[in-house]
């Protein structure tokens, strides 16, 4: 789950052991086979409160707890944003339709640690030039997970993605929300912006946890909030996508937490889903 950027400050941040990185990576398990469950059922003519339903159901059976329902007012376990929606979209009692996107976030805190992920579904009558905008957003997601090492910078992360988005290809990230530390709670220090300067920002240490999550639009990059108070749209109602991993910097090459093996497996036995993957040769090998 993104959060708004703030100017403050000073806040303290947490490197996490080894054994809290197990713990971590324990509760990213549940979110990832939440997630899975979801493309199991997702189909047209289902509706986000019945996912919704169906994955609180899913996550307590498990032992874990929904990290969103009730996280400032939240009244869902999982935030479900389609096509213009970019993140923060409440499950509603409107039918998903042959063309959506869908966005499903989820989080979960188990034994005192949290895991948090997302992905953007695609329905089998997705248009191809939307399908590239996902591919793109997913691909975008590795390059910054490329720079989560010891050594360097936030800065690093956020150049990746925005490079790769707005340079090599024609799409727009994000400014107002941004990816953030993770671990004792759902969002912790430092923030993880999707724009930025190489070199720049907090240095990456080991044990650092942070969730990385690319928030990326087909058109302009203005977003605008519902009266909900929650649901974020694009401003030009152009689609919007968003994928998310709960990552632990380490040396050479950042460990992530949370995977989307699963659900690529039920994207695989869903007739009702498209295959979505990151678009780079680079990734051909991820198995996340």
Known sequence: M?????TA???KIYHKT???????????????????HVATLLKPGVTGKALDKAAETFI?????????????GFPASLCISYNDIVVHGIPSSREFREDDIVSVDCGVEWQGYYGDAAFTFAL????????????VTYASLYRGIEQAIVGKRIGDIAF???H???????????????GHGIGRSLH?????????????????QDGLTLAIEPMVNMGRREVYQSDDGWTIHTRDGKPSAHFEHSVAVRKGQADVLSTHEFIHEAIKNNPNLKTVSPKSENFAAQKN
């Open 60 to 72: 307590r059976d498990l032992g874990g707890r929904p990290a969103f329902k009730g996280y400032n």
């Open 18 to 36: 080894d054994e809290e990185v197990e713990l971590m990576r324990a509760a990213n398990l549940i979110v990832s086979k939440t997630l899975a």
């Open 160 to 162: 990746a993605i925005q």
């Open 9 to 11: 400050q000073g806040k």
């Open 164 to 178: 790769y988005c707005e340079r090599e290809h024609p799409y727009t990230v994000v400014r107002e929300l941004v």
């Open 188 to 204: 912790e220090e430092p923030e993880v912006p999707n724009y930025g300067k190489r070199g720049q920002g907090l240095l990456l």
């Open 124 to 135: 089998g009558a997705v248009p191809q030039p939307t399908l590239e905008l996902l591919e």
């Open 2 to 6: 993104g959060f708004f950027s703030s």
